[in-house]
């Protein structure tokens, strides 16, 4: 790198947990080859059958509670970073799991929503939820059932806190992708946005994602997380 960073955004996928025992999306194994994603992760599948909805994210959510999962290297290392770093710093996540906060991070945005919340239809109110939730739970603002959705984005639903997000890729002079497959949009597109302000792009991928960065890097998250963000606070 030619010069020390003053604006970091830094994006989040589904890889940055994996090695928390958090299942990605599209691995052979992963989370899309098990469920239909129009079943699950659409407006319309949970209009046709919202209890197979409610299932589908109350399991996510007792996986994410379970004891044995919890933030690991890659999450910590980012969190410590934030902390030491002086200049502008932001992290934006794709995964609807707790770990980036657990490890400490800050200054997060949640773009596809979070696991631990759900929202009543009618007021759009938020709430948090640790326990499972149903067609029959009882709304707490409405008090009455039916009212309440899991607080996720799905597909064909805007992300949250894109108007925050794009400011701060035009003003950032490093942007950085960590385990993203970089199939879904906008997301997928935040790389081009920083590059048009001139920002250096990285990618730090288990493997190979197709997306044109300036610098890859691959590695498990475990190992090039806590080596690439050492290695940038000591420039
Ligand atoms: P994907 O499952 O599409 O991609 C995960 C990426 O992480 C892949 O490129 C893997 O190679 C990489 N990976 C796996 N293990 C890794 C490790 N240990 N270290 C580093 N990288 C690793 O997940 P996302 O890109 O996050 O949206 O998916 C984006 C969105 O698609 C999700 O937020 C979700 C999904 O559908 C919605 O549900 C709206």
């Known amino acids: 790198m030619n010069s020390s960073p003053r604006s ?3 994006l989040t996928g589904a890889g940055i947990s994996a090695e928390s025992g958090i299942e990605t999306f599209r691995a052979v194994d992963g989370l899309w080859a098990n469920h239909d994603v129009n079943d699950v992760a659409t407006p319309e599948g949970f209009e046709r059958n919202p209890q197979l909805v409610y299932q589908f994210y109350n399991q996510r959510r007792q996986q994410l509670l379970a004891e044995d999962i919890r933030p690991n290297a890659a ?4 969190a410590k970073f934030e902390h030491d770093f002086p200049g502008e710093f932001l992290l934006v996540t794709q995964n609807i799991d707790n770990l980036h906060e657990r490890a400490g991070s800050q200054n997060l945005l949640h ?19 640790r326990e499972n939730f149903d067609f029959d739970t009882e709304c707490q603002c409405c008090r009455s059932p039916g ?8 597909f064909g639903e805007m992300p949250f806190f894109m108007n925050q997000i794009n ?8 942007f950085i ?14 790389y081009q946005t920083a590059k048009i302000r001139k920002a250096r792009t990285v990618e730090l991928n288990l493997d190979q994602t197709g997306s044109s960065f300036d610098t890859h890097v691959y590695g498990p998250a475990t190992e090039v997380v806590p080596e690439f ?3 940038l606070l000591d420039q």
Do not use: Q
């Open 111 to 129: 773009m596809h929503g979070e696991l631990l919340k759900m929202r009543c239809l009618n007021s759009r109110m938020v709430f948090e939820t």
């Open 177 to 190: 992708a960590i385990g993203t497959s970089g199939n879904v949009y906008p997301a997928s597109g935040f």
């Open 147 to 154: 009212n309440l959705r899991p607080h996720v984005v799905w």
């Open 75 to 78: 999450h910590t290392a980012l």
């Open 167 to 174: 400011m701060a890729l035009e003003a950032c002079d490093l």
């Open 229 to 231: 963000f050492g290695d």
């Open 8 to 10: 970091i955004v830094v």
